[in-house]
């Protein structure tokens, strides 16, 4: 597992690189998966682990592998304003969004804990979520290809429709104005690997 | 069980090239998916790769929108002949009929999670009998429970009759194992102590129906596409029968179909259709008949109805009393003891009697409904108004929310009205249900109606109420297959102190090492008036297995068994077994014959589940999903029924089945459908013509129009209507939880989403109560209405909620329910929502357990509470868990 995501601390292209056979994806799973239940207390943790509190040292192993990339400053986002970035890569799927919602919300960066980062892409069946985004809300959706609705509030969770998992979401640090994507929870739609395509 | 907090994967393993692709449909709702499995070996670790060359897809990842992706949730790892097996699944992308576009709901989509995997929470599913000896369930041999079971059981009929002999089991779960339950409990043990899941006696769910002569399942897929007006009634397809609504609904709304809803809540589906032109009949509970006759009334004033079907397909008055030997008594609205109350002798006569009642003036009616008025002419207009000559082509379609809350006046209203619309027998004019559960029932005997004891006098005897008759101490046995009965029944909590005080009260328990002990034991607590409990399930229910069994039998389920069963559109297809059933799991139709061969009854020898079909064919003969034909052509082949029916794969083939002169097979695609041509010369060979197939189920082929008094039902809905500070209290399914969530529990993310049930109230309510979202709530009710008795009577008139009131036959019970605020613009204002059956929190202990008069259902979806706030939720202050946005963003 190591081995790949080091390969993934730059950009990648968005093919993945042929080597994979040597590397089948079910290992990396397994390995995550292990890692994931012998580690009790990180794992309940580890979704609020995205902001400058005290949790987030204890998955230094999850954020490390992921590019830390400079996608906004927290001075220039307005409201309910989304502003659109790619990450992890610059390969197909990787659109995402920040924005400040002007209310606290799970992964929520900057004082009031309200600026949060996703992926754009529904995880039902890839419907492009861009321009879905309702303030009164705090929602992404609904989705033009099977209505499903995702809230922003709460790491993406799906409030109605037929996704199999919450929208993928982009952790964030904040370094003084600079905001960073360092991370992304939930496989993006399309991929089998969020850092291999 | 899961907690509510979920991790989610980052990637996934990709099913190799040669993976074997085994194909089936999904096991949840009605509408019935088909889905592929993708199969391989752990071991070697050849996983596939994400280059087209590489995977069992044939595609490059990343894939396109629409694409064969693979969610982790798609992702299993199971048991195969003993070897650990990757197992994705997704919908078929190549299937041509039901989800034609490869889409799947959330429930279908993530069904890979409902695999046993001792990894996951599924981890405890039931492996081995069970007995509870010395009041804990212990790990028994399949041999001492099946003896015990079986000599208690044949104890209690010899003994204490027949009837105490109860049998409450599921209606759907496949063919094969619901011929072996009904051939053993109606055929052989011969018990009316005996009905499904969702009633308490084994009664017409849609009586209206059944008296007009629309069979439940007549339209096809299709029709529900290319209506141009369509009616929705009490359920909303995008929630509850997903890719009905995404590839079906949602695509006739795009060619500019006008779909109507009647339903108090604005979840998504309803959204749309608003968005899209359409209209929400956003009515209070129970007021469905007003707003109905009140849209006929106005049909009928204008002059819209359909003249010509009218003429052709509406019997006159003599087709109405026009009867078989027994004269006009032998239609079912004159069994149903109100004689006169809705026969009529045609499309005047009902016209005549629908424009003399008052409450069905369009203002009379939207005032109760609390509806604006304008939607009624509206919906009249959208309906059945030509425009240039030529008439709309309308659809009606109905679900429980509908016909659970006034169950047979609104089956008799919304027939009416589908009549004089000209729906019923045409492509894109159709009537019927949106279902619920798949249609998987096929009868191995008759209902011994006659040995029922309740009646109505001087009419036809009622099958008897499983529910007042175990709470009267008449059933000594209980056989529970797959169904919580407790939490699924109204008044769940009466019904709970009631087996406590038959089974865990009785003094009779299992405190012996000895076989005969243990016999001798329970066959002392059936005569001694308690009651003893046998339960096969997939999991360790609370608590009918949990609490009251005294035997519990491992079944084997979806996956783990090939089975076949119809959906929505009466399609059959396979259910191919891909994985080994947990431990020593078996399916029900294996359990029921071990029992019956014990009990000594003949005809149980089956080696495997092809060979419960192949005999069950022949009785499956005339009936909607007819598929004798498809074991005629096995066999001609030299096949199974079970390889037949399996290489239609996920197309599968529509009920009834038929051969053709070359001895290839041809399905319906809509019953009742008067625009079909069949054969001159008659059915030949083995196939059965009937009337369904060209005409309705009448008694002549037409259909008949019924009134539908409101009176029948006013004096339930004036008692019950809400009084001082209640609120009106329904419940439905949740797109997210499948049934009481027995795999829904066990999946880490939509427990996530729905933790704990939850209450939907409208903000001014929540605001008068001080309730805010995530308050944890206390939801309760001191006048619950219960039947004590069986009903009493002797007069017609003591069959009505005010005659039993009358009589002292109804007690008014406490329940209380916790739940989590849920404050939102989505439902109408004086009404609360809840989860139908999570089985911690049941939402039916709120509701009468009181039946309906006419059809002796429940009307589950009627009932009032008090809500108060207890105090504060986990999930109020935290944002992992749960969601409080509202379910109609658009």
């Known amino acids: 597992m190591t081995k790949h995501l080091q390969k993934s601390s730059k950009s990648l292209p968005s093919k993945p690189l042929p080597s994979k056979k040597d590397h089948p994806a079910g290992k990396c799973l397994m390995s995550r998966r292990q890692m994931l239940f012998t580690s009790g207390v990180a794992t309940a943790t580890v979704m609020v682990a995205v902001s400058s509190s005290p949790e987030a040292a204890k998955v230094p192993a999850m954020v490390a592998t992921y590019p830390r990339k400079l996608i906004a400053k927290l001075s220039q986002l307005k409201t309910d304003k989304p502003i659109g970035f790619e990450y992890p890569d610059e390969g197909a799927f990787a659109q995402s969004m920040v924005v400040k919602l002007g209310v606290a919300a799970g992964g929520g960066i900057g004082p009031k804990d309200d600026v949060v980062a996703f992926n754009y892409f529904c995880t039902h069946q890839g419907g492009d979520l861009d321009g879905t985004y309702k303030g009164d809300t705090k929602s992404l959706g609904a989705c033009p290809l099977h209505l499903s609705t995702y809230d922003l509030t709460r790491h993406g969770i799906l409030i109605s429709g037929q996704a199999y998992q919450s929208l993928p979401q982009v952790l964030l640090e904040l370094d003084g104005d600079d905001i960073y994507a360092v991370g992304v929870f939930g496989l993006i739609f399309g991929r089998y690997d969020n850092l291999q395509g | ?890």
């Open chain 2, 1 to 890: 069980m899961s907690t509510p907090y979920y991790i989610p994967e980052t990637n996934v393993p990709l099913p190799p090239k040669g993976a074997e692709v085994i194909t089936t449909a999904c096991d949840y709702c009605i509408v019935a998916c088909g889905y592929k499995v993708y199969r391989w070996p752990v071991a070697g670790g050849h996983d596939g790769g994400p280059k087209a060359e590489q995977n069992a897809f044939d595609a490059d990842f990343p894939v396109e929108a629409l694409g064969p992706w693979v969610a982790p949730n798609q992702h299993n790892i199971v048991l195969h002949k003993g070897e650990p097996n990757h197992v994705v699944i997704i919908p078929d992308k190549d299937t041509k009929f039901v989800n034609t576009d490869g889409d799947s709901s959330l429930r279908g989509g993530c069904i890979a999670q409902k695999c046993y995997n001792p990894q996951t929470p599924t981890r405890d599913r039931l492996k081995s009998p069970m007995m509870r000896i010395y009041g804990i369930l212990q790990p028994v041999p399949w041999d001492f429970a099946l003896d015990i079971a079986a000599a208690v059981g044949n104890y209690v009929r010899t003994k204490h009759g027949a009837n105490a002999y109860g049998v409450k089991t599921y209606s759907y779960q496949y063919i094969e194992n619901t011929y072996a339950i009904t051939k053993y409990a109606l055929r052989h043990v011969n018990t009316a102590n005996f009905t499904f899941h969702d009633t308490p006696s084994d009664v017409s769910s849609t009586p209206g129906f059944r008296d007009a002569g629309f069979d439940n399942f007549a339209p096809a897929y299709e029709d529900w596409m290319n209506a141009e007006t369509l009616l929705i009634c009490g359920t909303d397809p995008y929630e509850t029968k997903t890719i009905l609504w995404t590839q079906w609904i949602m695509k006739g709304i795009q060619n500019g179909q006008k779909c109507i809803m009647m339903n108090p809540r604005r979840t998504a589906g309803v959204a749309y259709a608003e968005k899209n032109g359409g209209l929400w009949l956003d009515v209070n509970l129970g007021t469905d008949l007003l707003v109905v006759n009140a849209i006929a009334r106005v049909i009928a004033e204008n002059g819209w109805q359909d003249a010509d079907w009218i003429k052709n397909w509406v019997n006159n008055k003599w087709g109405s009393s026009s009867g078989f030997g027994q004269g006009t008594r032998n239609t079912p609205w004159q069994w149903r003891t109100t004689w006169g109350k809705f026969q009529t002798k045609g499309y005047d006569d009902w016209k005549k009697w629908l424009l003399a009642q008052d409450e069905f003036k369009p203002e009379a009616a939207a005032k109760i409904a609390g509806i604006d008025v304008a939607k009624i002419y509206k919906a009249a207009e959208w309906m059945a108004k030509p425009k240039g000559g030529k008439r709309p082509k309308t659809s009606i379609m109905i679900e429980k929310g509908f016909y659970w809350s006034n169950n047979t006046g609104n089956t008799m209203a919304i027939s009416a009205l589908a009549i004089i619309v000209g729906a019923g027998g045409r492509p894109g004019q159709v009537v019927g249900r949106a279902g619920g559960h798949q249609r998987g029932g096929q009868r191995g005997g008759k209902y011994p109606r006659n040995k029922s004891p309740m009646k109505v006098p001087g009419r036809r005897r009622r099958a008897l109420d499983t529910d007042t008759w175990t709470m009267s101490g008449h059933t000594r046995f209980a056989h529970v297959i797959g169904t919580t009965w407790i939490q699924s029944m109204c008044g769940s909590q009466q019904l709970s102190k009631r087996f406590e005080e038959l089974v865990v009260a009785n003094p009779h328990q299992i405190r012996s090492y000895d076989k005969q002990d243990i016999i001798d034991t329970l066959k002392r607590r059936a005569d001694s008036g308690g009651m003893v409990v046998i339960n096969q399930d997939i999991y360790l229910v609370d608590p009918i297995g949990n609490r009251y069994a005294d035997i519990i039998f491992p079944a084997a389920t979806w996956g783990e068994e090939t089975f076949m069963r119809a959906n929505g559109e009466r399609r059959l297809r396979l259910y191919n077994k891909f994985y080994d059933p947990p431990g020593e799991a078996k399916p029900d139709w294996w359990i029921i014959a071990e029992l019956a061969k014990r009990m000594g009854f003949d005809g149980f020898d089956w080696q495997n589940s092809n060979d419960v079909a192949e005999e069950s064919a022949r009785f499956s003969r005339g009936s909607r999903k007819d598929f004798n034909m498809i074991k005629v052509a096995a066999r001609r082949e030299g096949k199974t029924l079970h390889q037949k029916l399996g290489e239609f794969g996920t197309n599968g083939i529509q009920g009834p089945v038929f051969m053709q002169d070359d001895g290839t097979l041809i399905g319906t695609n809509r019953l009742h459908d008067t625009t079909r041509v069949l054969p001159e010369t008659g059915p030949a060979a083995g196939n059965v013509f009937n009337k369904k197939l060209t005409h309705f189920n009448s008694q002549t082929g037409r259909c008949n129009i019924e009134k539908s008094p409101w009176s029948l039902f006013s004096d339930y809905w004036e008692w019950m209507k809400p009084k001082g500070n209640e609120l009106w209290c329904t419940s439905g399914r949740t797109n997210e939880r499948w049934q009481s969530g027995f795999d829904d529990r066990r999946r880490p993310y939509i427990v996530q989403r729905w933790p704990d049930n939850y209450v939907e109230m409208h903000p001014d309510d929540a605001k008068q109560r001080g309730i805010e979202s995530g308050d944890m709530l206390m939801v309760y009710s001191d006048r619950v209405p219960n039947l004590k008795e069986t009903t009493l009577g002797v007069e017609g008139s003591d069959y009505s909620f005010s005659g039993q009131m009358k009589a002292g036959n109804v007690e008014l019970t406490r329940a209380a329910v916790t739940g989590v605020a849920m404050v939102t613009r989505h439902i109408k204002k004086g009404i609360i929502f809840m989860d139908f059956l999570h089985t911690s929190q049941p939402a039916n202990a709120l509701e009468g357990r009181v039946v309906d008069w006419i059809s002796g259902n429940y009307n589950y979806k009627m009932g009032v509470a008090k809500v108060k706030k207890i105090g504060t939720s986990p999930y109020k202050n935290s944002f992992r868990s749960m969601s409080f946005a509202p379910r109609d963003i658009t």
